[in-house]
């Protein structure tokens, strides 16, 4: 029972920590955009609430990303439920434009925005598929590296391989 127990906690912690990576990466995303918007308009100045507001709708996207849709942009492809929990995202995140007002309820904006999130979406996918990439060859080398240093210290016991030991 106990293990049962740290091992779901573990798995919890490991999903909070994705959550809080990527609340950061989109937050990052939103704000620049929200930023730009605002300094195409001449204003040099953005709104706290707004920012907490940005904040606070990442968060509950990113636990709809990890719960509901599994994580999709971790994907190593772009299928259709990926597709979807793209869609829905993007979705839940012009509404929550349009519900708080960030862009002014301006619909070609808010039009962009959803497209730059879109964007976004397929920039993390990319580099989540590069990173797996870069991880599986290094492990790969390193998997070399080992089975040439146990085949090199193998052979270096007693005098013997562990090709002598097994005929014998």
């Given at each position: 029972?106990?293990?049962?127990?740290?091992?779901?906690?573990?798995?919890y912690?490991l999903?909070?920590?994705?959550?809080?990576?990527?609340?950061?990466?989109?937050?990052?995303?939103?704000?620049?955009?929200?930023?730009?918007?605002?300094?195409?308009?001449?204003?040099?100045?953005?709104?706290i609430?707004?920012?907490?507001?940005?904040?606070?709708?990442n968060?509950?996207?990113?636990?709809?990303?990890?719960y509901?849709?599994?994580?999709?942009?971790?994907?190593d492809?772009?299928?259709?439920?990926?597709?979807i929990?793209?869609?829905?995202?993007?979705?839940?995140?012009?509404l929550?434009?349009?519900?708080?007002?960030?862009?002014?309820?301006s619909?070609?904006v808010?039009?962009c925005?959803?497209?730059?999130?879109?964007?976004?979406?397929i920039?993390?996918?990319?580099c989540?598929?590069?990173k797996r990439?870069?991880?599986?060859?290094q492990?790969?080398?390193?998997?070399?590296l080992?089975?040439?240093?146990?085949?090199k210290?193998?052979s270096?016991e007693?005098?013997?391989?562990?090709s002598?030991?097994?005929s014998?």
């Amino acid at each position: 029972m106990k293990q049962k127990i740290v091992r779901w906690l573990k798995t919890y912690l490991l999903h909070e920590i994705e959550i809080d990576f990527k609340a950061c990466t989109y937050f990052f995303c939103v704000t620049f955009f929200y930023c730009a918007v605002e300094l195409l308009a001449h204003r040099r100045e953005v709104k706290i609430l707004t920012l907490g507001e940005i904040l606070a709708v990442n968060y509950l996207i990113c636990y709809v990303q990890t719960y509901l849709f599994h994580d999709f942009d971790e994907s190593d492809r772009f299928g259709r439920s990926e597709w979807i929990g793209i869609g829905v995202c993007t979705a839940l995140y012009v509404l929550a434009s349009l519900l708080f007002g960030w862009f002014g309820r301006s619909v070609s904006v808010t039009g962009c925005f959803g497209g730059f999130v879109v964007l976004c979406y397929i920039c993390v996918m990319l580099c989540y598929m590069v990173k797996r990439k870069l991880e599986t060859r290094q492990l790969n080398h390193m998997l070399a590296l080992y089975k040439q240093h146990e085949t090199k210290e193998g052979s270096h016991e007693c005098g013997t391989s562990h090709s002598d030991v097994r005929s014998e």
